[in-house]
């Protein structure tokens, strides 16, 4: 993204008499210092050239401009400042039109909003989508919306930074006119003849009468209340209302200055510092040194062997990427309830009004359900999703092996097995890999990708790529009891079922993880997910258990009971009659009471604040040593799995970012002062030990892999 200096982002050509500024800065026309010194350089020659009668603005490439370079926030400013910039190019007494294709967001939109006159073609998307980045518009974007879409309009598009495609902008008044064609020069040339032809004066956004002036502040105070109790924690949202505010208020100059307080408030957040990290984080987990070191193999045909939870909602994601699938089950009884269970997820949508019938059954013309193995015989790719059993998926890969042909990646879907063993029953290790989808898969982003020891890089490039083709969020991951995700999980979860044992209720400790930005707690997951899963897994894993490692007993009682959580009408929690949301349980108080008084521990209060220590520092602990061990290739990907597949609350960056904006030396004193009490299990990783020492942070580690 970085400019050498020589190179001009902006180019400027007299055409007739329309000054036409292209703004050339590959790939999405960021405004950085660069460009914003473009622009004024623009300005500055209509204002001074009397060849020039009017101005046309346009982006080359892909984009008209994605917005500000959010590569800067966080440096010093550099003039000139956008709002500057605006300001100037608004009060030339030459017609400016703005000719918009593909994207035109944020400070793009606002560079729109302050020419005279908007064209759009058919690909343009507009949108003022600071709030994601914990901002808001801060160069005159909650000024010049309401008066060209109304108030409560603007603040609708800008607390929920949606996007709107030409057709919704034009009838929202954000644009002029929608045109034909695929030349945002033509267009828009077209436009400043035409204007010029009539003797069009500016017309600037500023003078403009707020629509809806009159009943817009009672529609704030309602959108005020929705936001706060729905963006809960977030910080600009408010702010977002309080320019909207200003702008019905104050006059235009003054609306600007309230305008850029509130906007260097949010700068300067740690909101913002997590969400522009968590911004760049979706992006860099592609970059994996196997996708520069090899190319995809083909991908068009893919197979899942299972029709359950996973096997169908994997079925889905690639239908809807355009995928032929086939899927595979062990007998007539099971494909139907596989693909009763694909439909299922089109027949909601066709009720919800949001797909036909055509258009369900024109994708399921791409699906074959099938019991024999011979129908993925051809196919490029196969997701395994049966049972989480070690021997059962050994032999669906013998199965595998057998009928497969050539070249074809063999991937298996399991959460905690080991892929190596998995590979080892095939004769062609190099083609195996896993791709650890998460549930429902057709709607969670995260797709862990698991390298094994022999996994071919061709064969992880192939696994990138259907990850972009399916719109997920791909993570590099190593083999080990977990991957990443659910490794590190089971870590945090043990913090919590020690603070249960020792004193906090589970209602408690819920509704601290719920206070950070979690949309639920742990006890509460446990219930949604069903405890006998959980309960399934503890008694697998008791022959090996570690004798010395505290065991927490208090979910075998609970699970013991039958009580399951939300399917079974109770569990940490009761759901009467069905409900989803539970209420605390005495008789559960109770079970921990008994449990704690068979240990002999006196039970001990703990604040809001301890518990989310303590559930904080396992989690960044463990994450350390998933880093050290190479299980994850940078903190980055850790950040990345929490936030699309775990629901940490964004704003907050991921767990390692978190730690990072903490302080490193705290984080590790408290694992140091929990270590008093367990020493076995709260041991400081030694890579964690090793940045502090060397005052260093995890993002010093997110170099480029
Ligand atoms: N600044 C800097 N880099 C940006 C950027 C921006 N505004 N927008 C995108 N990029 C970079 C990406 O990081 C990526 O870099 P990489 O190739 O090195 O990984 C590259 O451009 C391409 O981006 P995508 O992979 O996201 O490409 P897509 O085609 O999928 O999407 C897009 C393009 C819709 C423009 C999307 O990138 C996007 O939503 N960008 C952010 C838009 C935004 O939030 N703008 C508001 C910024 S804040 C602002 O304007 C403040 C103002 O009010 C003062
Ligand atoms: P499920 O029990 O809903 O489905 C498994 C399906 O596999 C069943 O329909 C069964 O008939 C079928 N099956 C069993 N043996 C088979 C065989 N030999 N050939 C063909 N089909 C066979 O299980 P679920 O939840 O879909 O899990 C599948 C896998 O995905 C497991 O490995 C699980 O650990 C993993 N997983 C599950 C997640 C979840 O949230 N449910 C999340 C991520 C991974």
Redesign the pocket.
Known sequence: MSQAPDTQPVHLRLEDEVLVVCIDHPPVNALSQAVRAGLLKAVERAESDCAVRAVLLVGVGRAFIAGADIREFGKPPQPPSLPEVLHRMELLDKPVIAAIQGPALGGGLEVAMAAHHRVALAGARLGLPEVHLGLLPGAGGTQRAPRLMGAQAAAELMLSGQQLSARAALEAGLVDRLVEGEDPTAAGLACARELLASGARPRRTRDLPIPDAATAPAQLDQLAADTASKARGLFSPARIIECVRAALELPFEEGLRRERELFVECLNSPQREALVHAFFAERETAKIPEARAASPRPLARLAV???????AGIAVAALDAGLAVTM???DQE?IA??QANVEKVYDALIAKGRLTAEAKAATLARFTPDTSYDAVADVDLVIE????DLD?KK??FRELDRVCRRGCVLAT????LDIDAIAAETRRPQDVIGL????PAHIMRLLEIVVAARTAPDVVATAFELARRLKKVPVRAGVCDGFIGNRILAVYREAANHMLEDGASPYEIDAAVRAFGYPMGPFQVSDL?GGDIGWATRKRQAATRDPKARYVEIADRIAERGWFGQKSGRGWYRYPQGARIGQEDPEVLAIADAERAKKGITPRRFTQDEILRRYMAAMVNEGARVLEEGIALRPLDIDATFLFGYGFPRWRGGPMKWADMQGLDRVLADIREFAKEDPQFWRPAPLLERLVAEGRDFESLNRPA
């Open positions: 062997i299972g029709g359950g939870t996973m096997g595979i089950e062990r099971s309830r596989g999703a049966v049972f989480e059962i032999a669906v879907n399991t959460s905690y650890h989808f998460f549930s997910a």
